[in-house]
């Protein structure tokens, strides 16, 4: 008896969920907001699995870093490491302001009004772009010298 009433609960309460998002997307004048927002979620999304492989080739260099013997080769890995922990820093520091902004317009609406919603969800979707390049060309310089290292 349990397990259904549980069960319907769960399916009201994401369908209410659901809901708000898709009456939030139909208005026209929201509209615009919402793609946006959508926008910066997909390439969060995109970053966000990266977050493993930095770790991992930042952790790499950091473990070749004292037996590197050629200068250039030393400061490039080190600047790899220092763009891999931007990056990571970055999109940690992103999450903790962005966080609450990820599923709904509502609390930007509640504090601000559609054109500065527009632009702030602009700003942040070129930070999100940012730390998404920095990421990925972290991973790469760092997966280059860890591969010439292991030659």
């Given at each position: ?29 929201w509209q615009a907001a919402e793609q946006l927002r959508e926008g910066m979620i997909t390439i969060h999304d ?74 702030y969800l602009k700003k942040e979707t070129e930070e999100m772009k940012a730390i998404d390049v920095m990421s ?16």
């Amino acid at each position: 008896m349990r397990i259904p009433f549980l069960f319907c609960l769960a399916f009201i309460v994401m369908q209410s969920c659901s809901s708000s998002s898709n009456s939030e997307s139909q208005d026209p004048e929201w509209q615009a907001a919402e793609q946006l927002r959508e926008g910066m979620i997909t390439i969060h999304d995109e970053v966000m699995p990266l977050m493993g492989k930095m770790n991992k080739v930042s952790r790499g260099l950091e473990k070749q870093l004292k037996n590197i013997e050629d200068e250039t080769v030393k400061a490039n890995a080190a600047a790899a490491i220092d763009m891999l922990e931007k990056g990571h820093e970055g999109m940690m520091d992103w999450m903790n302001k962005n966080g609450p902004h990820f599923r709904s317009l509502k609390k930007l609406k509640g504090t601000m009004n559609r054109e500065e919603v527009i632009a702030y969800l602009k700003k942040e979707t070129e930070e999100m772009k940012a730390i998404d390049v920095m990421s990925r060309e972290g991973i790469e310089k760092g997966q280059a010298i860890l591969d010439q290292l292991s030659k």
